[in-house]
């Protein structure tokens, strides 16, 4: 029979493994915050890109970094596999890192091993890139259901959606990304963009200009109102998961 002492130790180490997913969330959630912003007192907004790293990315971290925002950046395994750097620069420079998969998958439409191996790539590759590990899944097309839920929850991810578009990949038009982005623009908004798409970089410092004008701070997702407490598995922005929101995201990776 095993000693108290000895119970007690394996209880402990139980509970300390159970928890590991949430702490890691927390304390890499706490390194993200951009500088000292209190998104309850001020007006703040999220700019998030997915596929990435994008072909353009470094000009884009290269105007975020002169207009002292924040991004969160959804990677594909297969990019940060190919621009390895980009992905290092991202995390380096305190933008938040969510996975978004290895290779654009319809994730409803696999296994469940399947979906774990997508997710698993990518979090071992961006590790390997960047030296920490993915936070927070966007599955690709916005695509949900109970099982792609249920896997975020084990792998100790919170899922975030969005509540605005750019429309940036299907246009491909300065004026009309910048105009779409300003329509969709509220208070803890989360707005889809891709950094691969070379008129969402070029029209940024206007962009961020524009939004700095209005009395936004441009900041990562993990310090929006409301993101500050999120769970593995919690959905964000709240109500996102009963949208369509394949319409806003391209219908295949680039």
């Known amino acids: 029979m095993k ?5 007690l130790l394996a209880a402990s180490c139980a509970a300390a493994l159970l928890s590991a997913p949430t702490a890691a ?9 951009t500088n000292s912003v209190d998104c309850t007192k001020v007006k703040c907004i999220a700019l998030t890109f997915d596929d990435g790293p994008g072909r353009y990315a470094d000009k884009l971290l290269d105007t975020l970094k002169k207009y002292k925002s924040k991004a969160t950046f959804f990677l594909e395994g297969q ?14 420079e305190g933008h938040e890192l969510g996975n978004h998969s290895y290779t654009h998958a319809h994730l409803r439409e696999l296994s469940d091993d399947r979906i774990r191996e997508e997710l698993t790539r990518t979090q071992d590759i961006a590790k390997q890139a960047t030296g920490k590990a993915p936070t927070m899944l966007r599955p690709p097309y916005g695509e949900l259901d109970d099982r792609v839920q249920a896997i975020a929850t084990e792998m100790g991810m919170p899922i975030v959606l969005w509540n605005g578009g750019s429309r940036d990949w299907a246009t491909r038009n300065e004026k009309a990304i910048y105009d779409e982005v300003l329509k969709n623009a509220k208070r803890d908004g989360v707005i889809l963009m891709h950094d691969w798409v070379e008129q969402t970089v070029k029209v940024m ?5 524009t939004l700095q ?6 900041v990562s997702v993990s310090s929006l109102r409301g993101a500050g407490d ?3 598995g919690d959905i964000y922005p709240v ?7 394949a319409a806003e995201s391209p219908a295949e990776a680039p």
């Open 3 to 7: 000693s108290p002492a000895r119970l």
């Open 25 to 33: 969330w927390s304390a890499d959630k706490k390194a993200d915050k």
């Open 79 to 92: 990019y940060v596999k190919s621009r390895p750097a980009f992905a290092k620069r991202m995390a380096d």
């Open 205 to 209: 410092p206007k962009l961020l200009t």
């Open 213 to 218: 004008k209005q009395g936004y701070h441009v």
């Open 230 to 232: 999120l769970q593995p």
């Open 239 to 245: 109500g996102t998961e009963d949208e369509n929101l």
